[in-house]
C-alpha cells in the first residue's frame, strides 16, 4: 500500500513539473559544422573581399573561402586583420511579449559587436573561446521580422586578448564559430544554476530566481529516471540556496570509469504549481589536492593518463559537432586514457557533455599561451568560463593560462567563482604545490620525479613531431610516474595534427610545415604506431612479461591499475594461432576474470587445449565492462629456431656447381640460382635466378662494426658447399659463414663485435634498390614499425606490407609506414617487381630494417632519426628516436645507445645472426 502511495505521488510530482514551463532554446545559427544556416555575410580583406555574399554559421570563415589563413607565430605585419559583418533576420512571435529573452553566443572569434534591429545589444565582447549574452527583450519587434547584426573583427583592439589567443602555436581563424541562440524565459524565471555535489553524499546549489519570491526545490533522479532525493531551497535574496541532509544521501559517485550521472530538476513554484523547471545533469564526486601527496578523486589518488586536444577539424577549423566530440573523446577512450587537458582555451559545451557521459578527466583552462589577458578581460572571461562549464563533474582542475602566459593576479578569482573550489595549476609552471613543467627530462636530477617534494604532473610531455614522442619514451616515463607516489601522470602532446583544408591552395592539407603536425593521430585520426604503444602502456590490465616455455602452465601475472574498478569485471579471451604455408589454425576459448582490486596484482587463469604446444602464438584479449577492447596482447609459443625448421629444407637432389672465373668472384650455381661472393672477404655481389637479376646483394656489412671478413675458405661438406671467413683476434674477430644447400636455400651466419661500448645499431646490411621492391609479407611484430625506446603496441603475426613512401604527420598520412624497423622478425617474402625471394632466421629478437625514411629534424636537433647504411637490414640493435622537444637519450633508459661489451673479442661472446635465403623463384 505504501509503496503505491509513493508512485502515485511520483508520477503526480512528474506531471505536475511537466506543464511548468521549461526556457525555450531557438537556435538561430545551426547546432554545429554538421549542421548551419546560411546568413548573409561579407569580409573587409582576403579572399573575396568586399562583397556581400553568404556564409555557413557557425564556422570559420577561412575554411568558407574568405579573410585570411594565419598561423599563430606569423608577423603581425603579415597577419590577417579582416572583420566579418553578419546579417540574419528572424521572427520573434508575438507570444514572446513578457517573457525575458537572452541572444547567447557560444564562441566568436574575436571582437564581438553586436545589434538588433540597428540597437546596440551591449559592450563589444573580447574574447574568442567563451559564451556571452545580452538580453535583448527591449531591443525586439513582438510579432515581426527582427534584423540582427554582428560585426566581428578577427584581430582584437584589446592587445592583451590577441596576446592570449592570438599569437600562439596554432591556426588563428576568425567567425561566429560556435552556435547562437535565443534562450526564452517566462517572466518569473530560473538563472544561473551552480551545483556542488560530493562524494560523502553532500549536495549543495543555488539559482537566481528573477520576478519571482515564492517556494523553490530541486528534485534528483538517478540515470534509470527513479526519484533520488527532493531537497528545498533556502531563500536569500535573489538567490535560492538548496542543501541536503547527507545522511539520507548514499549516491552512485562519478569517475571516468563509471561515469554515473544524475539529473536535477529546479523549479519555482506559485500556488503549489510549478512554473518553470530546469533540468542539470551532475555527478557526485570529490577534487582534493594534497600537497606533497597527489590529487585524489572520491578518496583515491589518481594518476591522470591524458593528452592534450585542440578544437579542430580539416574541413572546419574550430567549428565542431557533438558527433566530432564523441569522435575524439571516444578516440582517447581507445587509447585507455582517462584524462584530457583543453589546450588552450574552453572547449565546446557538447564536448564536456561527452566528457561527462563517457568518463574523462577534464583541465579546463583559460586562454594564454605564452601572453596573457589584462586583469579586468581576463576577470569578465574567466567569469564566463567557470558560469558556462562549473557544473560538469568532468572537470577537475582549471589551467590559468599556458607557458608564461598566466595573470597571477586572476588566480583568488577561480575560487572565488568555483562553487566546487576546484585546484587550479599554472601549466610549465610549479603553482599550488603542482610541478607541471614541460618536457623536463626523464632523469631531470634536482627538484623532479624522483627526487622533488612536490606533485609532479607535466601538462604536456613526449611531444609527438614525426613519429616521435608519445609512444617513443611513455614506458620509461609511465613505469616511473605510475611507482613514484608524488606523481600524479601528465598530459602528452597532444591527440590530432592539425592540417587546415586551404581554400586558396587548392583545397590541399597544411599543416604550417611541421609546426602543426603533432598528434598521435593524423589530421582524419589516421593512426600512427604511437596510438597502439599508448593503448599498450596505458592498458588498465597490465600483463607482466611473460616467455612461453614448454612447462607454461596457463598462468599470468596481472596488475590492476585501474584506479576505481575491480578486474572481475572485465572479460578474457584467448586464441591460440598457427601459421602455415598454405594457411592458418585457430582455437579459441575465454578465461574468468580473476579478483583482483584496483592497485593489486594477481594471476589470469587460462585453460589451454593439450595440443597448445603445435601453434605459434597465444592471443589474450581484454575487454573492460562496456565491452571496448583494452588491449590484445602477444606471447609467441614456438621460436624463430622451431619456426624456421618448418620452412627451410636443406636436402635436396639438385646438384651445387661451383665453376671456375677469371675474376675474384666465387661463383655458385644451384637450382635456377646463379650466385656470385667476393673471394677478397666473402660479400655477396650477385643474385640472379629464372626471372632475372635479383638486386640483393653488397652483404653482409656489419653496422657499427669493423668489416673484417678474411681467410676466406671455400670446401665440401657432404653434399654442401660452404664459403667462410678465418677467425683471428687481431685482423679478422668479425666472421661469417655461407652454407649453399642442394635444396637451394643458402644459410649465412655472422659472428661480430660492435665496434664501441656504445652504439646505435648492431647487426647486418645489404643494399637494395628502393625503386625494385614491390611488398613483403613477414612473420614478426607488426603491422607498425618499432624504435627502440617505442617497442610495445604491435601483435605477433604474419603481415602483408605493400611499398609505400609515407612521412609520419605528412601527406597523405597513409599507415603504417613501410619504411623502419620491424621487431621480432621470424622470416619473411621480399617481393619486387617481377620477382621474390625468402628470408628465415633462427636467431630470436631479431629487427628487420626495410629501407630509410627522409632524414627529418628540428630547430634543435633532438629529432632525428638514425638509420644504418644499406637498404635492407637483420639488426640486433636498432636506434631510439627522439622528440621535438627531447633527445632520444633523454626520454628514458630505452632512450639510449645499445650497450655491448666485450674487448678481449672472444669468438664465444661475439653476437650471432644466422639467416637462411631462398633465391629460388
Given at each position: 500500500?505504501l ?7 511520483f ?9 511548468a514551463?521549461?526556457t ?8 554545429g ?12 580583406g ?5 562583397q556581400?555574399s553568404k ?10 573561402g ?9 608577423k ?8 566579418g559583418?553578419?546579417?540574419y ?5 508575438a ?10 553566443f557560444?564562441?566568436v572569434?574575436t571582437d564581438a559587436?553586436?545589434?538588433?534591429n540597428?540597437k546596440?545589444?551591449?559592450a563589444?565582447?573580447?574574447g574568442?573561446f567563451y559564451?556571452?549574452?545580452y ?9 515581426k ?9 578577427k ?17 588563428i581563424?576568425?567567425g561566429?564559430f560556435?552556435p547562437v ?6 517572466d518569473?524565471?530560473i538563472?544561473?544554476i551552480?551545483i556542488?555535489?560530493?562524494?560523502d ?5 543555488f539559482?537566481?530566481?528573477h520576478?519571482f519570491r ?5 528534485q534528483?533522479f ?11 531551497a ?8 538548496f542543501?541536503?541532509d ?12 563509471s561515469?554515473?550521472l ?16 530546469v533540468t ?6 570529490t ?11 572520491n578518496?583515491v ?8 586536444r585542440h ?5 572546419t ?10 569522435e575524439d573523446v571516444?578516440l ?11 589546450s ?29 589577458y ?15 562549464d562549473?557544473?560538469h ?8 593560462g ?11 578569482l577561480?575560487t572565488?567563482f568555483?562553487l ?7 601549466p ?9 613543467q614541460?618536457?623536463r627530462e626523464?632523469?631531470?636530477g634536482?627538484g ?25 619514451g611513455?614506458?620509461?616515463y ?8 608524488l ?9 590530432a595534427d592539425?592540417?587546415?583544408?586551404r ?5 590541399s592539407?597544411?599543416?604550417d610545415?611541421?609546426r ?9 585520426h589516421?593512426?600512427e604506431?604511437?596510438f ?5 602502456i596505458?592498458?588498465p590490465?597490465h600483463?607482466e ?8 602452465d596457463?598462468k ?8 576505481f ?6 572479460m578474457?579471451?584467448?586464441?591460440l594461432k598457427r601459421f602455415?604455408?598454405r594457411?592458418?589454425k ?7 576474470a580473476?579478483?583482483?582490486?584496483p592497485g ?13 604446444k603445435?601453434?605459434?602464438v ?23 629456431k ?9 636436402e635436396?637432389?639438385?646438384k ?5 672465373a677469371d ?11 646463379s650466385?656470385m ?17 635479383l ?7 656489419v653496422q ?6 678474411k ?21 679478422s674477430?668479425?666472421?661469417?659463414k655461407?652454407?649453399?644447400?642442394p ?22 646490411n ?8 614491390k611488398?613483403v609479407?613477414?612473420m614478426?611484430?607488426?603491422p607498425?614499425?618499432v ?17 609505400n ?7 597523405p ?6 619504411k ?14 617481377n620477382?621474390?625471394?625468402t628470408?628465415a632466421?633462427?636467431?630470436e629478437?631479431l ?13 634543435w ?11 635492407i ?13 627531447q ?11 645499445n650497450?655491448?661489451y666485450d674487448y ?13 635465403f631462398?633465391?629460388?623463384?
Amino acid at each position: 500500500m505504501l509503496k503505491t502511495i509513493f508512485y502515485i505521488a511520483f508520477f503526480s510530482l512528474l506531471v505536475a513539473t511537466s506543464f511548468a514551463q521549461q526556457t525555450e532554446k531557438i537556435y538561430l545559427s545551426g547546432t554545429g559544422s554538421n549542421n548551419t544556416k546560411q546568413w548573409e555575410f561579407m569580409c573587409t580583406g582576403g579572399m573575396n573581399a568586399n562583397q556581400w555574399s553568404k556564409i555557413a554559421v557557425p564556422s570559420c570563415w577561412e575554411l568558407q573561402g574568405f579573410g585570411k589563413y594565419d598561423y599563430g607565430f606569423a608577423k603581425d605585419s603579415l597577419r590577417g586583420k579582416e572583420a566579418g559583418l553578419y546579417k540574419y533576420n528572424f521572427t520573434a512571435p508575438a507570444a514572446w511579449k513578457n517573457k525575458k529573452i537572452n541572444i547567447v553566443f557560444e564562441g566568436v572569434m574575436t571582437d564581438a559587436d553586436v545589434k538588433v534591429n540597428g540597437k546596440s545589444a551591449g559592450a563589444i565582447h573580447q574574447g574568442a573561446f567563451y559564451a556571452f549574452k545580452y538580453d535583448i527583450t527591449k531591443l525586439l519587434k513582438y510579432g515581426k521580422e527582427n534584423l540582427l547584426e554582428v560585426t566581428v573583427a578577427k584581430h582584437s583592439s584589446n592587445a592583451s586578448v590577441n596576446e592570449a589567443e592570438r599569437k600562439a602555436d596554432f591556426w588563428i581563424f576568425g567567425g561566429i564559430f560556435r552556435p547562437v541562440y535565443l534562450e526564452v524565459f517566462p517572466d518569473s524565471h530560473i538563472e544561473n544554476i551552480e551545483i556542488a555535489a560530493t562524494a560523502d553524499g553532500g549536495f549543495f546549489a543555488f539559482f537566481e530566481a528573477h520576478n519571482f519570491r515564492g517556494k523553490a526545490q530541486v528534485q534528483i533522479f538517478d540515470a534509470t529516471g527513479k526519484l533520488f532525493a527532493k531537497v528545498a531551497a533556502v531563500k536569500l535574496g535573489q538567490t535560492y540556496l538548496f542543501k541536503s541532509d547527507t545522511i539520507l544521501l548514499h549516491p552512485k559517485l562519478w569517475n571516468p570509469e563509471s561515469p554515473y550521472l544524475y539529473k536535477a530538476v529546479f523549479a519555482i513554484y506559485d500556488a503549489g504549481k510549478p512554473i518553470h523547471t530546469v533540468t542539470q545533469k551532475f555527478g557526485f564526486r570529490t577534487v582534493e589536492l594534497k600537497q606533497r601527496d597527489g590529487i585524489y578523486i572520491n578518496g583515491v589518488k589518481v594518476k591522470l593518463k591524458g593528452v592534450n586536444r585542440h578544437s579542430f577539424r580539416p574541413e572546419t577549423g574550430r567549428t565542431t559537432s557533438k558527433q566530432i566530440s564523441i569522435e575524439d573523446v571516444m578516440l582517447m577512450k581507445d587509447m585507455n586514457m582517462n584524462a584530457v587537458r583543453m589546450s588552450h582555451y574552453p572547449p565546446d559545451d557538447h564536448f564536456l557533455d561527452v566528457c561527462d557521459s563517457l568518463g574523462l578527466f577534464v583541465m579546463d583552462e583559460l586562454a594564454g599561451w605564452h601572453g596573457n589577458y589584462d586583469t579586468k578581460t581576463g576577470a569578465k572571461l574567466l567569469k564566463e568560463m567557470i558560469d558556462h562549464d562549473a557544473n560538469h563533474p568532468s572537470i577537475i582542475m582549471w589551467a590559468n593560462g599556458n607557458e608564461g602566459g598566466h595573470n597571477f593576479e586572476l588566480d583568488s578569482l577561480f575560487t572565488q567563482f568555483d562553487l566546487q573550489r576546484r585546484p587550479v595549476v599554472h601549466p610549465w609552471q610549479l603553482f599550488n604545490g603542482v610541478e607541471t613543467q614541460h618536457y623536463r627530462e626523464y632523469n631531470y636530477g634536482i627538484g623532479n620525479y624522483e627526487y622533488g617534494r612536490e606533485i609532479v604532473m607535466p601538462t604536456e610531455f613526449l611531444h609527438g613531431q614525426f613519429d616521435g614522442g608519445h609512444g617513443a619514451g611513455l614506458e620509461d616515463y609511465w613505469e616511473k610516474m605510475w611507482h613514484n607516489p608524488l606523481s600524479a601522470g601528465g598530459f602528452l602532446w597532444d591527440l590530432a595534427d592539425q592540417a587546415v583544408v586551404r581554400k586558396d591552395k587548392n583545397d590541399s592539407l597544411d599543416t604550417d610545415k611541421f609546426r602543426a603536425a603533432d598528434g598521435i593521430v593524423g589530421p582524419h585520426h589516421e593512426k600512427e604506431g604511437s596510438f597502439y604503444a599508448i593503448k599498450e602502456i596505458w592498458s588498465p590490465v597490465h600483463f607482466e612479461r611473460k616467455e612461453i616455455t614448454s612447462k607454461f602452465d596457463g598462468k599470468l601475472n596481472v596488475e590492476n591499475r585501474y584506479h576505481f574498478t575491480n578486474i572481475n569485471t572485465c572479460m578474457f579471451s584467448w586464441k591460440l594461432k598457427r601459421f602455415d604455408l598454405r594457411g592458418t589454425k585457430e582455437e579459441n576459448g575465454k578465461a574468468v576474470a580473476p579478483d583482483i582490486a584496483p592497485g593489486v596484482k594477481g594471476t589470469l587463469q587460462i585453460n589451454l587445449p593439450a595440443n597448445w604446444k603445435e601453434f605459434n602464438v597465444m592471443y589474450v584479449t581484454a575487454k573492460d565492462k562496456f565491452q571496448k577492447e583494452l588491449f590484445t596482447w602477444s606471447f609467441p609459443i614456438s621460436n624463430p629456431k622451431e619456426t624456421g625448421e618448418r620452412i627451410v629444407v636443406k636436402e635436396g637432389s639438385d646438384k651445387i656447381e661451383t665453376p671456375v672465373a677469371d675474376t675474384n668472384m666465387i661463383l655458385v650455381n644451384v637450382k635456377d640460382v646463379s650466385l656470385m661472393f667476393s673471394e677478397l672477404n666473402g660479400i655477396l655481389a650477385y643474385v640472379k635466378n629464372k626471372n632475372g637479376v635479383l638486386p640483393f646483394n653488397n652483404g653482409p656489412i656489419v653496422q657499427e662494426g669493423t668489416n673484417n671478413f678474411k681467410g676466406i675458405k671455400k670446401y665440401w661438406e657432404g653434399d654442401n658447399y660452404i664459403i667462410e671467413s678465418t677467425y683471428d683476434k687481431k685482423e679478422s674477430y668479425n666472421t661469417l659463414k655461407w652454407t649453399v644447400y642442394p635444396s637451394g636455400w643458402i644459410q649465412l651466419q655472422v659472428n661480430y663485435f660492435p665496434a664501441a661500448y656504445h652504439s646505435n645499431f648492431a647487426g647486418v646490411n645489404f643494399s637494395f634498390p628502393e625503386n625494385e621492391i614491390k611488398s613483403v609479407t613477414y612473420m614478426g611484430n607488426g603491422p607498425y614499425r618499432v624504435w627502440k625506446n617505442r617497442m610495445k603496441g604491435n601483435q605477433f603475426g604474419v603481415w602483408n606490407k605493400t611499398y609505400n613512401n609515407t612521412e609520419t604527420g605528412e601527406a597523405p598520412w597513409l599507415y603504417p609506414e613501410f619504411k623502419g624497423y620491424h621487431s621480432n622478425f621470424y622470416g619473411g617474402y621480399f617481393f619486387t617487381k617481377n620477382n621474390r625471394f625468402t628470408v628465415a632466421t633462427e636467431t630470436e629478437d631479431l629487427f628487420l630494417r626495410l629501407f630509410t625514411p627522409a632524414w627529418k629534424t628540428d630547430q634543435w636537433h633532438n629529432y632525428e632519426p638514425l638509420f644504418p647504411s644499406g637498404d635492407i637490414s637483420f639488426m640486433q640493435g636498432i636506434s631510439s628516436t627522439g622528440t621535438k622537444t627531447q633527445r632520444n637519450e633523454t626520454t628514458g633508459p630505452m632512450g639510449l645507445k645499445n650497450i655491448f661489451y666485450d674487448y678481449e673479442k672472444d669468438p664465444s661472446r661475439a653476437l650471432k645472426i644466422v639467416l637462411y635465403f631462398n633465391f629460388n623463384n
